[in-house]
C-alpha cells in the first residue's frame, strides 16, 4: 500500500464513527441489522403436531420429541443453530430468534407441552364388540325393503326346508 493511500485511509478513520460499539454499555438493534441471525430455536407448540421431524434430522441430537405425553424438549446448549429443524418442520411452527440462548454456568434443556388429543379408541371385537354393535340404533326400513327382507327370509326357509326334506 502506497503511503498516499495509507494516510488517506489514516485521515479518513479520524473522522468516521467507530465500526463496533461499547458492549454491554451500548446494544445494537440486532432485530433490524440482522434479521436473519441465527440465534435460538423457538416452537409455537399451538401448532406443533409432535411429529417428531424436527428430532429426526437434528444432527446435534438436541431435540426429542415425546408425542404421547404431548412435550417437546430442546437442549439449547447442545444446538448449532443449523437451523435444519426449521427447514424441516411440516407444520412451520419452528423459527429462529435473532436472540442467543442466555450464557449460563447451569444447562438445562426446555420443555413446552402440549395437551394431544386422545387416539380413537379400536373397535373391540367379540362379546364386548356385539354389546357396542346391539347399542346402535337400529335403522328404520321402507315398507319396500321391508317386504324384500321378509320375501328372502321366506325364501331361504324354503329352501332350508327342501333340503331336509331330501
Ligand atoms: S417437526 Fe414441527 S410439528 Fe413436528 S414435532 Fe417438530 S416442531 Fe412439532
Ligand atoms: S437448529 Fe440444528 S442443531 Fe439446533 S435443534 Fe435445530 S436441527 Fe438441532
Not at 420443555?111 to 335403522?139: L, S
Request: proline letters at 8%.
Amino acid at each position: 500500500m502506497g503511503t498516499f493511500k495509507l494516510a488517506k485511509l489514516t485521515l479518513g478513520s479520524l473522522f468516521k464513527k467507530p465500526a463496533t460499539v461499547r458492549y454491554p454499555y451500548e446494544k445494537r438493534d440486532i432485530p433490524t441489522l440482522f434479521p436473519d441471525m441465527r440465534g435460538h430455536v423457538v416452537n409455537d407448540v399451538e401448532n406443533c403436531i409432535m411429529c417428531g421431524m424436527c428430532a429426526r434430522v437434528c444432527p446435534a441430537d438436541a431435540l426429542t420429541v415425546d408425542r404421547k405425553a404431548g412435550n417437546w424438549t430442546i437442549d439449547p446448549y447442545r444446538c448449532i443453530q443449523c437451523s435444519s429443524c426449521v427447514h424441516e418442520c411440516p407444520k412451520k411452527c419452528l423459527s429462529m430468534d435473532v436472540y442467543n440462548t442466555e450464557p449460563t454456568t447451569r444447562l438445562t434443556t426446555v420443555t413446552m407441552h402440549k395437551d394431544m388429543p386422545a387416539k380413537p379408541t379400536k373397535p373391540v371385537a367379540g362379546a364386548a364388540g356385539a354389546a357396542g354393535a346391539a347399542a346402535k340404533p337400529k335403522r328404520e326400513l321402507t315398507p319396500e325393503q321391508q317386504a324384500r327382507v321378509e320375501a328372502a327370509r321366506k325364501a331361504a326357509a324354503a329352501k332350508k326346508a327342501a333340503k331336509a326334506a331330501e
